[in-house]
């Protein structure tokens, strides 16, 4: 299961249980009126507190960026290669 399918089915399965008991599909007995008052803007809760984390997720994750020193020096002697490969072919720089 991809984490794509694992969210839109939780995000489905929050949305029935809402629905559920905000158009009262369950047939239950009124629900007190300070819970339909709470019930309403829910899903705009969750969608702030999503954005929320999605901002701090991506904050901590470019603060804790690796430098891959390694690799960055690699990378500059295949520049170096291919400077050196093609001023030999006449490009200059």
């Known amino acids: 299961m ?3 399918l ?9 949305g029935a249980i809402w ?3 905000t158009l009262n599909l369950l047939g239950l007995h009124p629900l007190p ?3 339909y008052q709470v019930l309403w ?11 929320c984390y999605s901002l701090g997720t991506v904050g901590y994750r470019l603060a804790t960026f ?5 690799a960055a020096r690699e990378l500059q002697a295949q520049i170096r290669e291919a ?3 093609l001023t ?3 490009l200059k720089f």
């Open 88 to 90: 030999q072919r006449g």
């Open 41 to 51: 803007p829910l899903p705009t809760y969750f969608l702030v507190a999503f954005g």
């Open 33 to 35: 009126s300070p819970l």
């Open 66 to 70: 690796n430098d891959c020193e390694d």
């Open 6 to 14: 694992q969210w839109l089915s939780t995000l489905t399965l929050l």
């Open 19 to 21: 629905a559920a008991l």
């Open 2 to 4: 991809t984490k794509l």
């Open 83 to 85: 400077r050196d490969d």
